[in-house]
T-cell receptor, first 115, second 111 residues
Framework: GAGVSQSPSNKVTEKGKDVELRCDPI?????LYWYRQSLGQGLEFLIY????????KSGLPSDRFSAERTGGSVSTLTIQRTQQEDSAVYLC?????????????FGEGSRLTVL | RKEVEQDPGPFNVPEGATVAFNCTYS??????FFWYRQDCRKEPKLLMS???SGNEDGRFTAQLNRASQYISLLIRDSKLSDSATYLC????????????FGAGTRLFVKA
């Protein structure tokens, strides 16, 4: 598959547990984005990686959220001590060049439900 | 105030109708603009870029008004398959690249 791959596709967890969401971008894409989308809502920016530059973490809602991108490819979004308001679809996107013009290609998302 | 605002709709139109959506943005330094389409419970996909002089792609026409800070999307001869949520996307560079999505406008095209 040549598209963006996310796992797991669905995750149900109990409040207070930690979760890890994984994103495999399209090969060769230097830019990687994480967004989250609550039911019936728009996309909320979380974090942006561009090549070897320091990531833009300005969208992370609290210090319970962190993300890393290893070797400029796979990214993991970690949510510690999950809360019910963290329930959402977490979307990852990659782009060939990022910046102002590169098209974003999205994965199918990871649906997180916190009980 | 949100950086990118859209009328959430829904817009309910019959097949063959012409429908238009607007999107306003607050950052005057915004530099590039796009429309993405999101089908129900699917991921967003690029519909078209929006150029300063306006541009057309088949039944779809996009316009940009920098002075008033809004972009528009016009769909002519609506099809049932156009039913989706249309997301306005604004990108800027102010110390770092930003890609901001609007909350989307829902369109239902009825037979």
């Amino acid at each position: 598959g040549a598209g963006v791959s996310q796992s797991p596709s669905n995750k149900v967890t109990e409040k207070g547990k930690d979760v890890e969401l994984r994103c495999d971008p399209i090969s060769g894409h230097t830019a990687l984005y994480w967004y989250r989308q609550s039911l019936g809502q728009g996309l909320e920016f979380l974090i942006y990686f561009q090549g070897n530059s320091a990531p833009d973490k300005s969208g992370l809602p609290s210090d319970r959220f962190s993300a890393e991108r290893t070797g400029g490819s796979v990214s993991t979004l970690t949510i510690q001590r999950t809360q019910q308001e963290d329930s959402a679809v977490y979307l990852c996107a990659s782009s060939l060049s990022g910046g102002l013009t590169g098209e974003l290609f999205f994965g199918e998302g990871s649906r997180l439900t916190v009980l | 105030r949100k950086e990118v605002e859209q009328d959430p709709g829904p817009f309910n139109v019959p097949e063959g109708a012409t429908v238009a959506f607007n999107c306003t943005y607050s950052n005057s330094a915004s530099q590039s603009f796009f429309w993405y389409r999101q089908d129900c419970r699917k991921e967003p996909k690029l519909l078209m870029s929006v150029y300063s002089s306006g541009n057309e792609d088949g039944r779809f026409t996009a316009q940009l008004n920098r002075a008033s800070q809004y972009i528009s999307l016009l769909i002519r001869d609506s099809k049932l398959s156009d039913s989706a949520t249309y997301l306005c996307v604004v990108r800027s560079y102010t110390g770092g690249f930003k890609t901001i999505f609007g909350a989307g406008t829902r369109l239902f095209v009825k037979a």
